[in-house]
């Protein structure tokens, strides 16, 4: 149980273009989702917070117009980023918190996504 | 704020040897909740092991076990009996309890520690 996926697993993409990337929780719903990014050889930056039915909350310094989120049902939350440029090049991956022996803090991962801008 | 320090960037153990991966944090809270995470070469987040601050008895996972020292703010992982699949960055993680209508889930996570388990 607890399984996350994310799609695609690998986009290349023209300057300029917009990507979405989707995330779902497979066996349970999460109403709530996060999105991180991660540099090579660095720690996780969380970049926002995806509530169902509601606006996300966005980490200082992430661009909202540049990261859309939405996360319309209880099992699928979508990030898209827009116009994106070489700099946006990066590993995004999501999350979602749920039960695991009565810990609902406990958050299980999707197998992120790489992202190249050319 | 919370924070979570891992002095550590890499490590290397022999196979079928011990090793001890240390984490401190930096909180004011008493009830919490402490995670370490392994992300292989697949970059997959996998969820190793947890710990509830409450609980004074060490969480154990098989090989992996973790040595919670609550007054020092320290959470270390010990991997016995290293495998080659244990190779993998390792991610050390706190949480704060979610409250209903209030919580947001937030993890703040250590900037990892690398292992690489030498056949």
């Known amino acids: 149980g607890a399984v996350v996926s994310q799609h695609p697993s690998r986009v290349i993409c023209k300057s300029g273009t917009s990507v979405k990337i989707e995330c779902r929780s497979l066996?349970?719903?999460?109403?709530?989702m996060f999105w991180y990014r991660q540099f090579p050889k660095q720690s996780l930056m969380l970049m926002a917070t995806?509530?169902?039915?509601?606006?996300?909350?966005?980490e200082q310094g992430v661009e909202k117009d540049k990261f859309l989120i939405n996360h319309a049902s209880l099992t699928l939350s979508t990030l898209t980023v827009t116009s994106a440029h070489p700099e946006d090049s990066s590993f995004y991956i999501c999350?979602?918190?749920?039960?695991?022996?009565?810990?609902?803090?406990?958050?299980?991962f999707g197998p992120g996504t790489r992202l190249l801008v050319l | 704020a919370q924070t979570v320090t891992q002095s550590q960037p890499e490590m290397s153990v022999q196979e079928a040897e011990t090793v001890t991966l240390s984490c401190t944090y930096d909180?004011?809270?008493?009830?919490?909740?402490l995670f370490w995470y392994k992300q292989p070469p697949s970059r997959q987040m996998i969820l190793v092991i947890r710990?509830?601050?409450?609980?004074?008895q060490n969480a154990t996972e098989n090989r992996f076990s973790v040595n919670f020292q609550k007054a020092a703010k320290s959470f270390s992982l010990k991997i016995s009996d290293s495998q080659l699949g244990d190779t993998a960055m390792y991610f050390c993680?706190?949480?704060?309890?979610?409250?209903?209508?209030?919580?947001?889930?937030?993890?703040?996570f250590g900037k990892g520690t690398k292992l690489s388990v030498i056949p």
């Open positions: 999350s979602a918190p749920g039960l695991a022996g009565g810990l609902q803090e406990t958050q299980y």
């Open positions: 066996d349970f719903q999460a109403t709530t």
């Open positions: 995806s509530n169902e039915g509601s606006k996300a909350t966005y």
């Open positions: 909180t004011s809270e008493s009830n919490y909740y």
């Open positions: 710990q509830e601050a409450y609980k004074q």
């Open positions: 993680a706190f949480i704060l309890p979610y409250i209903s209508g209030a919580g947001s889930y937030q993890l703040t």
